[in-house]
């Protein structure tokens, strides 16, 4: 069954930081690419981060960009997104899932976890 399960959420101030966890299971997941996404109230999810296999390389929307870092132990099988410099229009949930397209739309990724609410107060 495969399965990822995110935490690391919370409450903090605008220009804090956070950091996101995602643990991975029911695959093997130092073969996929992986991939962080976030929800707003009322908005569509959208793309944050990708990661390749080994880690050794990250893109990200222009939203997060040089304010974000994803990254992975494959060892533990986690995947981490670290964030900083934290905005209000940060605040979102924030869902981690397997890449299985080529794409950065969700369309290409799945195996979604439950997610982990961000919130950024000013």
């Known amino acids: 069954q495969v399965q990822l399960v995110e935490s690391g959420g919370g409450s903090v101030q605008a220009g804090g930081s956070l950091r996101l966890s995602c643990v991975a299971s029911g695959r093997t997941f130092s073969t996929y690419a992986m991939g962080w996404f976030r929800q707003a109230p009322g908005q569509e999810r959208e793309f944050v981060a990708a990661i390749n296999p080994n880690g050794d390389r990250a893109y990200y929307s222009q939203a997060v960009n040089r304010r974000f870092t994803a990254s992975r132990d494959n060892a533990k099988n986690t995947l981490y997104l670290q964030m900083d410099n934290l905005k209000p229009e940060d605040t979102a949930v924030y869902y981690c899932?397997?890449?299985?397209?080529?794409?950065?739309?969700?369309?290409?990724?799945?195996?979604w976890g439950q997610g982990t609410q961000v919130t950024v107060s000013s």
């Open positions: 899932a397997f890449r299985y397209g080529l794409g950065s739309g969700s369309e290409s990724f799945g195996s």
